[in-house]
């Protein structure tokens, strides 16, 4: 049993690979990318191409289904490859080549650093089939649902399941959720084994981008591996994928080095049939943020700012060539995307709402962000130490001296999100919503390849003390020996950094992952089972009043059946759910709750014990259930009860 169901998780997680890679493969292929840069923009250009076709084919009445995303995607390669002329350059060729050892060495390195980080979700969850317990997860596993039942891959139809009254539909970028239904019609899993396959994939997507960007900006290979196992070991990482969980936003952030590499690509490409390729790279990877999360584009110019300040300041002329083809870029990233952009303009007042207090002191803030202690009792020290020993030999990141300001920006903004409420602070960061926890990850992402320069040049430190040595001795071993050697010496350092964090922190990420898998405050196991026992009793499709605080709104990513609070959150929701809320238990008096409840075709009633929020408390309407006699009890457990009107209750009765 327990093997049959380490088997069905590995199909999912393989079936998400396969979906996120293959797709975005064949497309960059086509326009162009090679090696490194293939590999890694991939899941970025498949995201571009789900959250591009995704709205044009609601608009066409074309229902979204795997079979629909594959077809139009293979349409894309197929255009993509006619469009091909004769190549010049490939973009960063005149970068010093990394051996073939080099090259495997690296994706061995990044192998582990994969598995790591996915040991560290692995372990917390236990299950695949683990329920998310924060407050985005279900938002997220009813969309994917959503999604698969209904084939409407509108910018607005997912939110429905919460804002189901006509007029109160939201916008909200759908990339990451239409790809997770395909996901789910390919493997029959259930929705939160969709969710976790991706999120363990999280952190080997951030650590290869990091890859990449090293790679295309000329570092060692000792300077790309060590990156990688640094950026698994952070836990301002996993933060991302417990509290919320953030998962389009995490999935964003981990891509967002990516579009460095691709507008280097833009900009060093030589002929029109280079820079129409790579122009159509960059439009297809913005694409992909945008659709997996906006906020990420002001990620990104934050990212390629720097990088591109650098690359002008040492050469003044690349800019009257460099930025017609980024605006160009930008321009055709914009016709890609002007569904989601026109929507969020239209939604960008709800940013106003959104607004986490800044609850930390400057002192405490600044302390967190140097030691990566942000919400934590202790630091990671050696991460600390990496970092100081890469910014002593700085200067030795050459091209990617850049990734200090980024780290600064991140870093600046987190520290106003985190200790500043004034009316200038959050107008800067409210494109996070104010949000420190979102702020914190980038900022410790760009310092993690700091800390990965700490390692390669401690490294390097390492091989010239034994090459003195060496010469001490007048020894003259082989250049075999000596590329041995210093693979050894890599290896060591690593090992050594791994070994010093306990595993990369294992136990520790370990231990903050496992709080969004807990056994509740949003389901527990036996809230899981009265879901399954209504489903069975209301018949698909139902209609079903529950409690917003509770975590009953996952009934339609588990069962189907139809919430009446398909979320926790409660802005803008209808005046039918409002009035639900507010008056239900005056129903057998109440007309206008008898006329909503005839209207949404309610007949069962289903709360749990526990709230998602400890200052949370059950809604008016639904207080003082337990005694209604025009309700009747049909199942109870420890955490759950269920009642069912009574067909006779609208009959006139005039009291409970």
Known sequence: MVSAQLAHAAWVVFVYLGILWVPGLALAHALGARGWTLIGSAPLVTYGVAGFLGPLAALAGVPWSAATYLAVTAVLVLAAVGTRLRRSRAPGSALVAWSTAAHLGVAGVLTVAAAVGGAVIARAMSDLNAVPQDWDAVFHANGIRYLSDTGDSSLYGMSTVNWFEPGTAVFYPNAYHLLGAVV?????????????????????????????????????????????????????????????????????????????????????????????????LVAVGLAGLICLQPASLFGAVLFALPAFGQRWWSRPRLVVSDVPLVILAGIAAAVLTVLQLTAGLGSAGDLDAMDWPADLGPKQALGEFLTFSH????????????????????????????????????????????????????????????????????????????????????????????????????????RRFVTAGRATVAISVLAAFAVLTGGLYLNRNTTRMAVSFAPGPALTPDEVVGLHVLAEMAGPGARVLNDRGDGTAWMYALTGLHPVAGHYNAANV???????????????????????????????????????????????????????????????????????????????????
Do not use: K
């Open 184 to 280: 789910y019609q390919l493997t029959g899993a259930s929705i939160p084994a969709v969710l976790n396959a991706h999120t363990l994939l999280i952190p080997g997507l951030t650590a290869l981008a990091l890859v990449v960007l090293i790679r295309r900006f000329g570092g060692r290979a000792v300077l790309a591996g060590g990156t990688a196992i640094v950026v698994v070991s952070l836990s301002a990482l996993y933060d991302m994928l417990w509290r919320g969980p953030l998962l389009p936003y995490a999935t964003a952030v981990a891509l967002t080095p990516l579009v460095v590499v691709l507008l280097r690509d833009l900009v060093d490409a030589t002929g029109v049939g280079d820079r129409v390729r790579c122009g159509g």
């Open 375 to 478: 919400g934590a009792a202790s630091p990671q020290v050696w991460i600390v130490v990496a970092v100081l020993a890469g910014l002593l030999t700085y200067r030795r990141l050459g091209d990617l001296r850049w990734i200090g300001v980024v780290a600064a920006a991140f870093g600046m903004l987190f520290l106003i999100a985190a200790s500043s409420d004034a009316p200038w602070a959050n107008s800067i960061t409210r494109f996070w919503w104010n949000d420190r926890w979102r702020l914190i990850a980038p900022a410790a992402i760009a310092l993690a390849l700091i800390a990965g320069n700490g390692l390669a040049e401690t490294q390097r430190w390492s091989v010239a003390a034994a090459g003195r040595l060496r010469r001490r001795d007048r020894a003259g071993p082989s």
């Open 574 to 656: 209808g005046p039918e759910a409002t009035l639900l809320a507010e008056r239900f238990n005056q129903y057998p008096r109440d007309p206008a709750v008898r006329a909503v409840v005839g209207r949404l075709g309610i007949h069962y009633v289903i709360l749990s014990r526990s709230f998602l929020r400890p200052w949370a408390h059950r809604q008016p309407g639904l207080v003082g259930l337990d005694d209604a006699s025009w309700l009747e009890r049909v199942y109870q457990n420890s955490d759950v009860v269920i009642f069912r009107i009574t067909p006779d209750a609208a009959a006139g009765s005039s009291g409970d």
